[in-house]
């Protein structure tokens, strides 16, 4: 039986941080509703536990039936059929086994039908499902869109569709058209609203959907006649049954092939409003991109391990010159870096949903009740550090999950190349997370600003500050000389007051930054388990060495020499 | 009148990766060294009855097994999938019971449980492979038995249409009620444990097991009689101390070999009392039997 949760002793780690307590106790309103619902916890320990239950299922679906389907999704791919999207076959029995189980709607309230499990095991089990079939966690991961309709649609529309999510519906969040795909403020899919109807309709074209015939699907259209920018554009749910959209065709993509990605014609189709018009893109589509964003994130994470382990296991078994290949210098040192920016990308991944998980609680306790002065800053101190740390996650996360795919096909040799390993899939398929869902390069445009505002700086002097176990307090101290390094760094570049010369800059300082805040995550996942020192050990070392590299270079890059760079 | 299924079902040792010290020097089963499972085709039998239960509303699925305190989890297992309740048959008097001895005590309890209208069981278990227990039991109950049966063809409150996989094809038979069935490993997989449904019963205990606990959950107990699971003692059976454990087995072991499998061949007999006679004649001079 192979289980992708118990099988990762990582995972339990991150699932029992101590900040669980804080963040389960305010899930869970104090434990209120163990009165009306015979599965919620009585207590945190109860609701740990049921937690890590959840995902021994999650784990054996993912090891039992979603991994080993995952050659064949990937060969079949889904059809278009009589204008429908019909899913390979085994992506349906991934669905279908996971519907049984009653897991989706993962975090929905009960009242909805859901579970109400917070963000780290949702993402967990994002993770999880990723390492088993990455294309596959998309049509997991959208479930996503019914968090959105929760926040902000009417009691109306969520009565409506949520509890349809538990029953196995599918969702879709349509925002990419052909001329708006970076610059979604370019949004042209017309909603008119029809007075007889007493309905919005909606006329134009996306492209890029993923699962883009699902059941539920989020527009983002607009709304505002004559309107150019992002105040024109309003949000709404179109559902599937009403069959006014037609899927003119299903993308022929490189990896993630048994995610069906597609190109949608509305027309007069009927949808609803969620929220109010004109807040779409700038306010709800903003928050269901960094849900989606922390998604790739899991998804990226789970490629590496799926990719670390198999060059792990290829390393063991092969045997050159006379002794299996890991023995050689080369080798392992390419796995240890991979294992070591995996326990990186996780900590970071699981910090992150920390974050997320705090402020959300906080602002669905809000509508309940008013918080105190001292939750309400709370609330907006966890948001904020969920705002930075997400482009960090999305950029460092998809990025390394790309690096380890290609060392470990790599590791694999000529083996690797050829369609009868795994590797070359999960390669493929790690390829998009540095792309959707924002690239590399917007995440470095919303982590910039953190940069430049001294957010990060100020993050990272508050932990250079935390004590350690006096074993680690070398590599705090490590830290904490980075942490001024890069200090000076981005006061000299300042200095400079010239734009464009920082932003050319701009990559090279969010890595340094990433290098920074990841190795204190590190540091503290040492503090609390030996498990982590090497790792924390071998990244600081090398972030250390790697930060030392950028500011050399930025160094002798002065704002006139960027104009060499200009083609 | 609910719609009685028991399923019958047995926690064993995983002997499906076994390691080097799975056997003990005394050739008993290390027990400590496997972990412990629920019965591979006691798990497609609990499939058949779930999915029965899918069907109609108004069926009821009772896990009974017979074990120590710890078989209790294959019972939690069978109620986080969907079966309704379920009870440990556990003494030590029970203890070293062969294929006899246990049908006997299972006879009683699914008696105990009267009126009901199907019994299921897997074929056999991956521990003894003896496959004797489910007709044993049937045999005991004196209701009819349809063995390796692979898929339900048609159900209702009288009747029974079972499709059998045997060696060389498959067969249709059909039964009266109630009646055991023990079901074939060529049979759907169980489903999964349902997530809501594991949340729900993960604190379902016997009383032997709640005295174990650390912590106090007594409140629960009271308020969820459901998470109670009861245990049948010998006494609770009325079972005859003779029939049980040790005393009530006539199998005895009389030394364990390890061999090496070198061929894999296999003998096809008829029912005719002149291939049985020929069978247990080759038996006996071989003193497999005797």
């Known amino acids: 039986m192979e289980n992708f949760y118990t099988d990762n002793p990582h995972l339990r780690f991150h699932l029992t941080h101590p900040l669980m307590s804080r963040i389960v106790k305010l899930k869970e309103s104090d434990y ?92 967990m089990s994002g993770e999880i499902v990723s390492r088993a079939d990455a294309g596959f966690a998309n049509i997991w991961g959208l479930q996503d869109c019914a968090e959105t309709i929760l926040e902000f649609a009417s009691d109306e529309l969520k009565a409506e569709f949520l509890p349809r999510f538990n029953k196995g519906d599918t969702a879709a969040m349509d925002l990419t058209e052909p001329d708006a795909g970076s610059d979604l403020q370019a949004v042209q899919l017309k909603a008119t609203y029809d007075n007889h109807k007493h309905c919005w309709l909606l006329d134009g074209v996306k492209r890029f ?336 060495a790697e930060n030392v590299a950028a500011v050399s270079f930025i160094n002798n890059c002065h704002p006139k020499e960027v104009n060499d760079y200009k083609l | 009148m609910r719609f009685r ?67 209790a989890e294959i019972i939690r297992e069978a109620m986080y999938r969907g079966a309704d309740r379920g009870f440990l048959i556990t003494d030590r008097k029970f203890a070293g019971s062969d294929t006899l001895a246990t049908s006997y005590a299972l006879s009683l309890a699914v008696k105990k449980l009267t009126p009901y209208h199907l019994v299921i069981s897997g074929r056999q278990a991956i521990d003894g492979d003896t496959a004797q227990v489910g007709p044993q039991t049937a045999e005991k109950l004196g209701i009819p038995q349809i063995t390796y049966a692979e898929e339900i063809l048609s159900l209702d409150a009288k009747k029974i249409i079972v499709k059998r996989r045997l060696e060389r094809g498959v067969e249709v038979v059909n039964s009266t009620l109630p009646a055991l069935i023990t079901v074939h490993s060529s049979a759907p997989p169980c489903r999964q444990r349902i997530g809501k449904l594991l949340m729900k019963y993960k604190h379902a205990r016997t009383l032997t097991e709640l005295q174990n606990e650390t912590k106090d959950y007594t409140e629960l107990y009271n308020e969820r009689p459901y998470l109670l699971i009861e245990e049948w003692s010998a006494e609770d059976l009325k079972a005859d101390s003779q029939s049980l454990g040790l005393s009530g087995s006539p199998t005895k072991v009389k030394k364990i070999e390890n061999v090496v499998f070198q061929h894999k061949e296999s003998k096809v007999l008829s029912n005719s009392d002149k291939d049985i006679e020929k069978l247990m004649q080759t038996l006996i001079s071989s003193h497999i039997i005797g």
């Open chain 1, 32 to 123: 209120s509703q163990k009165d009306k619902y015979d599965f919620a916890p009585l207590d945190y320990e109860d609701a740990i536990d049921s937690y890590d239950k959840i995902m021994e299922i999650i784990g054996e679906i993912s090891g039992e039936i979603i991994a080993p389907n995952a050659e064949s999704v990937d060969k079949e791919g889904p059809q278009l059929v009589n204008n429908e999207v019909r899913y390979a076959r085994g992506t349906r029995e991934n669905h279908d086994a996971l519907v049984k189980a009653g897991l989706v709607g993962f975090s929905l309230p009960r009242e909805y039908d859901g579970l109400n499990m917070p963000h780290v095991p949702y993402v």
């Open chain 1, 209 to 544: 959907i993923t699962n883009g015939d699902a059941d539920i699907s989020l527009v983002l259209a607009r709304s505002e006649e004559g309107t150019t920018d992002a105040r024109g554009l309003s949000l709404f749910v179109y559902d599937r049954k009403d069959k006014a959209v037609s899927v003119r065709r299903i993308e022929n993509k490189l990896g993630i092939k048994g995610s069906p990605t597609c190109e949608l014609v509305f027309k007069q189709a009927p949808a609803k409003l969620i929220g109010d018009t004109k807040l779409g893109l700038i306010k709800y589509v903003m928050s269901l991109m960094n849900s989606a964003r922390l998604g790739v994130g899991s998804q990226s994470v789970g490629l590496a391990e799926a990719a670390y382990r198999e060059a792990y296991k290829y390393a063991t078994e092969r045997e050159q010159f006379g002794k299996s290949i890991i023995k050689y210098p080369a080798v392992y040192e390419m796995l240890t870096n991979m294992k070591v920016k995996i326990d990186g990308m996780r900590s970071l991944l699981y910090e992150t949903a920390r974050y997320v998980d705090l402020y959300k609680c906080y602002n669905s306790a809000s509508r309940e009740r008013k918080l105190e002065a001292d939750e309400r800053q709370e609330a907006k101190h966890y948001q904020r550090l969920a705002d930075m740390f997400t482009p960090l996650l999305k950029l460092y996360s998809s990025e390394c999950c790309n690096q380890i795919a290609y060392d470990a096909i790599q590791i694999f040799g000529g083996t690797g190349y050829m369609k009868d390993f795994p590797i070359e899939r999960i390669y493929r398929d790690a390829r998009i997370t540095t792309i959707y869902e924002g690239t590399s390069q917007l995440q470095v445009v919303a982590a910039i600003r953190y940069v430049g505002n001294g957010g990060y700086l100020s993050v990272m002097r508050e932990r250079a500050g935390l004590r350690v176990n006096p074993e680690l307090e070398y590599l705090r101290s490590s830290l904490e000389k980075m942490t001024e390094q890069f200090a000076r760094t981005v006061e000299k570049i300042n200095e400079f007051s010239d734009n464009e010369y920082f932003d050319f800059h701009s990559r090279r300082l969010v890595e340094m930054a990433a290098n920074i805040l990841i190795g204190y995550l590190l540091l503290f996942d040492a503090n609390r388990s030996d498990e982590y020192t090497m790792s924390a050990d071998i990244f600081i070392r090398k972030g250390r």
């Open chain 2, 5 to 71: 299924i028991i399923v019958l079902a047995k926690q064993v040792p995983d002997t499906r990766n076994v390691g080097k010290d799975a056997m003990k020097a005394d050739g008993t089963v290390n027990r400590a060294a496997l972990p412990a499972i629920f019965n591979p085709e006691d798990l497609h039998a609990l499939e058949q009855a779930l999915s029965i239960k899918d069907k109609i509303p108004y069926a009821e699925v009772i896990l009974l097994t017979m074990g120590p305190t710890r078989a």
